[in-house]
C-alpha cells in the first residue's frame, strides 16, 4: 500500500511538472507570436516607407532632372536614383543583429540584385534564377506582390520578411531579419522559464510532501475505508435482496400465513406485509387486509376475538409475546381452528417497531384429535362393556364352582351316611 502511495504521489508530481511546463511554453509561445506579429508589422512599415519614399525620388528625379542637369546630356535619373539610396544607406546604421534591405530587379529569367544593405555595409549579391527556391520574398516582390512570410532568403536562410513593389522603377525591395534572431530570446526565455518552474516545482512538491501529503495519504486511507465499506454494504444489501427474494418465494407456496406489521404507532398498526395464504385461509383479498389492518379480526368466532383482540393490542404496545388459538369462521362457513405466534422488533431506543409472524391453519390437527378422542372413548366404553360381561361371566363361574362343590360334599355325606349299609348288608 505504501508503495502504491509513493507511486501515486510521484505520478500526482510528475503531472504537476508537465501542466507547469505545458503552462509555460504556452505563454512563451503566445509571447513569441506577438513579437513575430510585431516585428512582422515593423519589417512591413519600413518596406513599404522605403518603397513609397525610393519611388517618391524617382519621380523627382524623372521629373526635375532634365531641368536641373542641362549639362549632363547623358544623365540617367534611375541611375541617379539608386546613387541617392547608396549615399542615404550609407549613412543609416541598419536595424536589428541580422536585418538588412535588399532591392532587386528582374532581369529576364534572373533576379539581379542592386544592393544590400547590413550594419552599414552596402554589397551586391550574387544574381539568381528567378524560378529558385531561394528568395521567395523578392521574387514575389517583383511579381508586384506586397506582404510579408516566413521563408528562405537568397542565401538559404530562414528569415521574416516583408517585401514591397517600387512601381516607377520596377523594382522589389525587402525588409528581413533572421527568424532565429527573432527566437533567441523566446528560447533563452523558455529555457530559464523551464529551469525556474522545475525549481519552483519541486520546492512546491518537496513543501507539498512535507504538509499535504500525509492528509492527501489520510484521506487516500479513508477513501479506501470508505469504499470498502461501501462494497461490503453493497454485497450486504445484494444478500439480503437474494434472501428476501428467496424468502417471497418460499413464501408465496407456503401453506402457513407470514404477516408483517409496523407498529410505530401501536394503535394504529399498518400491514405491510400479507403472503397469499392469507387469502386461503380468510377467504378475502390481501389489498383489504393492506389497507384495513384489523380487517383479519372480523372473521374471528365471536367467543374467541375480543380474547385475541386484546392480547394483540398489548403485543403490539411491547407487553410480552403473542402465542393464541383461537376459530376462524371465513365466508364458506367451514370453521377452522388456527395458531398465530408474533414476535415484536424493536428500534435502537427499545420501542416496538414491527412485529413479524405466523399463522398455522390447526383444523386438520384438531379433527385428529377428535377422531383420537373420539375413537378413545369408544375403545373406553368397548373395555367397560366386555369387562362388565366379563365380570358377569366370572360371577356365574364362580357361583357353579360353589354349587358344584357343595352337590360334592352332599354327595359325599350321602354317600358316608349310605354307603355303611350296603357293606353290612
Known amino acids: 500500500m505504501f508503495n502504491e502511495e509513493k507511486r501515486r504521489f510521484l505520478l500526482l508530481s510528475a503531472i504537476l511538472v508537465v501542466i507547469s511546463m505545458i503552462a509555460t511554453c504556452s505563454t512563451v509561445f503566445l509571447l513569441y507570436r506577438e513579437a513575430v506579429a510585431e516585428r512582422r508589422a515593423d519589417l512591413v512599415a519600413t518596406a513599404q516607407s522605403q518603397a513609397r519614399l525610393i519611388e517618391a525620388v524617382a519621380r523627382f528625379d524623372r521629373k526635375y532632372a532634365p531641368y536641373i542637369n542641362d549639362d549632363l546630356p547623358d544623365y540617367d535619373p534611375t541611375q541617379g536614383t539608386l546613387e541617392q539610396l ?10 536589428g543583429t541580422t536585418g538588412e534591405f535588399v532591392l532587386a530587379r528582374r532581369q529576364g529569367t534572373q533576379i539581379r540584385f542592386l544592393f544590400r544593405h547590413h550594419h552599414n555595409r552596402l554589397e551586391i549579391p550574387d544574381p539568381i534564377a528567378f524560378e529558385a527556391e531561394l528568395a521567395e520574398p523578392m521574387r514575389r516582390a517583383l511579381s508586384g506582390e506586397s506582404g510579408t512570410l516566413i521563408g528562405l532568403d537568397y542565401h538559404g536562410e530562414l528569415v521574416l520578411a516583408a517585401y514591397e513593389p517600387v512601381a516607377v522603377l520596377d523594382l522589389g525591395i525587402v525588409a528581413k531579419v533572421d527568424l532565429s534572431e527573432v527566437r533567441a530570446p523566446f528560447v533563452r526565455a523558455t529555457a530559464a522559464a523551464l529551469l525556474v518552474t522545475l525549481l519552483l516545482v519541486g520546492i512546491g512538491v518537496l513543501l507539498l510532501k512535507k504538509t499535504i501529503a500525509p492528509l492527501f495519504f489520510s484521506l487516500r486511507a479513508t477513501s479506501d475505508e470508505l469504499i470498502s465499506e461501501m462494497t461490503q ?82 403485543f403490539l404496545r411491547g407487553a410480552g409475546p403473542f402465542d393464541l388459538e ?78 358344584m362343590a357343595e352337590l360334592k360334599k352332599e354327595n359325599r355325606q350321602l354317600r358316608e351316611r349310605f354307603m355303611p349299609q350296603e357293606d353290612s348288608a
Not at 87 to 93: K, M
Request: net charge negative.
Open 326 to 403: 383461537f376459530r376462524l369462521l371465513p365466508e364458506t362457513g367451514e370453521l377452522r381452528h388456527l395458531w398465530m405466534k408474533g414476535e415484536l422488533l424493536r428500534d435502537e431506543r427499545g420501542q416496538p417497531a414491527r412485529a413479524a409472524g405466523i399463522v398455522h391453519d390447526l383444523t386438520s390437527i384438531k379433527a385428529a384429535e377428535q377422531l383420537v378422542q373420539q375413537t378413545n372413548r369408544d375403545l373406553e366404553r368397548k373395555v367397560a362393556e366386555r369387562t362388565a360381561e366379563l365380570s358377569r361371566t366370572i360371577r356365574l363361574m364362580s357361583g357353579r364352582e360353589v354349587r
Open 233 to 314: 454494504h453493497h454485497q450486504a444489501l445484494s444478500a439480503l435482496q437474494e434472501s428476501e427474494e428467496r424468502f417471497r418465494q418460499i413464501a408465496a407456496v407456503a401453506p402457513d400465513v407470514f404477516w408483517l406489521v409496523d407498529c410505530h404507532i401501536p394503535d394504529a398498526p399498518q400491514t405491510l406485509y400479507l403472503n397469499q395464504a392469507f387469502e386461503l385461509l380468510w377467504q378475502s383479498p390481501i389489498a383489504a387486509a393492506l389497507q384495513d389492518h384489523f380487517s383479519w379480526a372480523e372473521k374471528i368466532h365471536p367467543e374467541d376475538k375480543q380474547p385475541v383482540l386484546t392480547a394483540y393490542r398489548d
Open 86 to 95: 547608396f549615399a542615404a544607406h550609407q549613412a543609416y546604421p541598419g536595424f
